[in-house]
């Protein structure tokens, strides 16, 4: 099984190379040798760049390990690229001529001092994305860059791809999220549009249910908050969970939208408040309402 996966790294590093020929039969002949990294995340550190700590003047540290996958570099760089969620792309070198495998670490700090670009903490914004590889400069004098100055991938898809090693590790600029959980909806709301004319609601519970889909993103059970039953429920028999859907968490706002039971959209706003509960705005062409979503 070692010997298979020697071979598929080899042949993969040939696609990448420069040069490759056939030797007349079904093997391909590295000309020119190559050399890729092995770039792996501390299972115990950070694996995103806490917005919340750092303005908090939190130091959130990161740490990883690199080491070579294959080829035979004289000289190693661990390099760093920062892409900002504005459009402007910073590049610069991390550590300088670093021997491999080895394990490194990075502060929120010392990342704001190695890119001249960036001047404080007020200059990390949601979405953007410090990617960390290497540049490898081989005996005969060619630089292998695994990353472009503006970020974008110097190598082949196959060495993209390949699930034998990974040649970059990328530190997003986010938020923790962790809102799964069983929440009482206390809403109130009136009907609009095609759903005037109904009673409205006053502090009505309803509970839902918020499912983790990973990455900031959650399911719901009921995208109104149990609005739609308690407005329509009675005077139409239109009851129960009538719009399920996904919103997304970005360090503490709410955002999403989805289609109702009744061929209209709901566009679903709210803030998430310091004690866990939800402040949420629910609007559609059928309802207008607000309400506090409180975990059980």
Do not use: H
Not at 167 to 193: E, F, K, M, R
Not at 280 to 294: D, F, K, N, P, Q
């Amino acid at each position: 099984m070692k010997n298979i996966g020697t071979i598929l790294l080899s042949f993969t590093l040939c696609l990448w190379s420069s040069s490759c020929e056939d030797d007349g039969g079904a093997s391909k002949i590295i000309l020119e040798d190559g050399a890729a990294p092995n770039m792996i995340k501390s299972a115990n550190a950070p694996a995103f760049i806490d917005l919340i700590q750092v303005e908090n003047g939190e130091t959130v540290n990161l740490s990883f390990s690199a080491d070579v996958a294959q080829g035979n570099p004289a000289v190693t760089d661990i390099v760093g690229v920062y892409t900002t969620v504005a459009g402007p792309v910073y590049k610069t070198t991390l550590f300088g001529d670093v021997s491999l495998p080895q394990d490194f670490s990075l502060s929120s700090e010392e990342i704001i001092s190695v890119f001249p670009e960036l001047n404080s903490v007020n200059d990390f914004e949601v979405g953007d994305i410090l990617t960390i590889t290497t540049r490898f400069t081989m005996d005969d004098g060619r630089v292998l860059e695994i990353v472009n100055d503006d970020g974008s991938s110097n190598t082949g898809t196959n060495i993209q791809t390949t699930v034998l090693f990974s040649t970059v590790i990328n530190y997003p600029v986010t938020c923790p999220s962790d809102l799964s959980g069983i929440y009482t909806a206390v809403s109130s709301a009136v009907g609009v549009g095609g759903g005037a004319g109904v009673p409205p609601i006053e502090d009505r519970e309803y509970t839902v249910t918020v499912t983790d889909n990973g990455g900031g993103s959650y399911s719901i059970s009921d995208y109104s908050g149990g609005i739609y039953d308690g407005l329509f429920c009675v005077p139409f028999s239109v009851c129960g969970d009538l719009s399920s859907g996904t919103i997304t968490d970005i360090c503490g706002e709410l955002n999403g939208s989805a289609p109702d039971c009744c061929s209209s959209t709901i566009t679903f706003e709210g803030t998430v408040l310091a004690n866990g509960d939800w402040e949420v705005s629910i609007s559609s062409g059928l309802v207008t309402g607000t309400a506090i979503w409180i975990k059980q």
